[in-house]
Every structure is written in structure tokens, then in C-alpha cells.
């Protein structure tokens, strides 16, 4: 049962536009949300996050944005750099859980940012 | 470099045998956590250690064990291999336990698994 969902595996953007990852999730548990960006051969890191009580939150070109209505929760960059070219995974958690520790990945989303 | 380090980052071995997956966390970090990335998926949660002691437990073979040690470092150990153990296993480190909301996980590179 994969309850948080990528369902994009790739994505392509010119330089210098917008890119948007998109991650929907099942579980109304989840109370704090994240993404990670992945390179090749290294581990996943921190990119951005966002707890249940807000909307959005804001870290220069990342934007991350909460609809918890619709369950779902995008990734903006603007503007879009070829550095930006990684995996991009969305991840959640239950902080009040017995688990809360515990991550709960996507599939990811392969962005290319061409030139 | 995240200052997690996972070794070896190949194994390559055959159905039946035993593994043992190494990881050194962050100077400092108490806890440590192990997931398994098989293809096409997302990273799953295994097992997260705190300072020695189990915390939390994911969906876990009883095949595979893990272990922290009093210098922290942590090995996860897989037996009687099967081919669809065939995975990336990432081991990530945080300061204490608490949720992601207040410690935030920085992962190894990971070790690439092939089951042959």
C-alpha cells in the first residue's frame, strides 16, 4: 500500500522556468512533510519541508505548498538551474505516532533541467 | 557529504549467503535508521536505533537484524538472501529521536546490494 505517491517519474524543464514535483499521499495521519533530493551514487538530503498547520513555507528558489484538503503537496523551483537536475523524493511522517521517527518515501520524480 | 558513512558500497553475493552492512553516523548523532530501496520504489523504513536501543520497527524481515553499538555505529545484517533482496540500503543518522519535525534524518550513500 504505497501511501505517499509520485506519480510523475520524470520531469523535463528549460533553465530559467518553473519547475513543479507534484507527491499526493493517503494517510490523514501524516502531520509534517518533506522532500529530498537525491544525485546519483550519494544518499538522499534535506531539502525542504512543511508541517500540517501551514500551507506553504519558503526557502529562496524552493517553495514547498500543502493542500490538506486534497491530500496532495507540490514542489516549486523557480528559477529551475541545470544543478537542479536530481531525484526529487517526497516524504511524510506521524509525529505523534509510536513510529514517529519513521520516514514514508514516494517513488520519486527524476527532474532534467535543460539548457 | 552528509558525514554518514555506509560501507561497503557494493556487495555483490549469492542466494542463501549472510551480509553484514556497516554504518558510522554523523559525529554527535545518537540515532541511527536503516531503509531499503528496491528498484522503482521509494526508500522503505526498516528500523531506527537510539543510542543502543531499539525505537521503532518497519516492515523488517525476520531475516534481517540490526544492531547499534555503544560507539554508536550501527550493522544491519541480512541472511538466507533471496534474489529480491537485490536493493540500495541507505542508513541515515539524526541528533536525538524525535520526529522529523524537530530532527532531521541525514543519509549515508548508501550499499548497493546484488543477489545473485
Redesign the interface.
Known amino acids: 500500500d504505497q501511501q505517499v505517491k509520485q506519480n510523475s517519474p520524470s520531469l523535463s524543464v528549460q533553465e530559467g522556468r518553473i519547475s513543479i514535483l507534484n507527491c499526493d499521499y493517503t494517510n490523514s495521519m501524516f502531520d509534517y512533510f518533506l522532500w529530498y533530493k537525491k544525485y546519483p551514487a550519494e544518499g538522499p538530503t534535506f531539502l525542504i519541508s512543511i508541517s500540517s498547520i501551514k500551507d506553504k513555507n519558503e526557502d529562496g528558489r524552493f517553495t514547498v505548498f500543502l493542500n490538506k484538503s486534497a491530500k496532495h503537496l507540490s514542489l516549486h523551483i523557480v528559477p529551475s538551474q541545470p544543478g537542479d537536475s536530481a531525484v526529487y523524493f517526497c516524504a511524510a511522517s506521524r509525529g505523534r505516532a509510536g513510529t514517529a521517527s519513521k520516514l514514508t518515501f514516494g517513488t520519486g520524480t527524476r527532474l532534467q533541467v535543460t539548457l | 557529504d552528509?558525514g554518514?558513512t555506509q560501507t561497503p558500497k557494493h556487495l555483490i553475493t549469492a542466494t542463501g549467503q549472510r551480509v553484514t552492512l556497516r554504518c558510522s553516523p554523523r559525529s554527535g548523532d545518537l540515532?541511527v535508521?536503516w531503509?531499503q530501496q528496491s528498484l522503482?520504489?521509494?526508500?522503505?523504513?526498516l528500523i531506527?536505533y537510539y543510542n543502543g536501543e531499539e525505537?521503532?520497527?518497519?516492515n523488517i524481515l525476520e531475516r534481517f537484524s540490526a544492531q547499534q553499538f555503544p560507539d554508536l555505529h550501527s550493522e544491519l545484517n541480512l541472511s538466507s538472501l533471496e534474489l529480491g533482496d537485490s536493493a540500495l540500503y541507505?542508513c541515515?543518522s539524526?541528533v536525538g529521536?524525535?520526529?522529523?519535525?524537530a530532527?532531521?534524518?541525514?543519509?549515508?550513500?548508501?550499499t548497493r546490494l546484488t543477489v545473485l
Not at chain 2, 55 to 58: D, I, L, N, T
Not at chain 2, 97 to 101: D, F, K, L, Y
Open positions: 552528509s554518514v540515532s535508521y531503509y522503482d520504489q521509494g526508500l522503505q523504513f531506527h525505537r521503532a520497527k518497519g541507505f541515515a539524526s529521536a524525535g520526529p522529523p519535525s530532527d532531521t534524518q541525514y543519509f549515508g550513500p548508501g
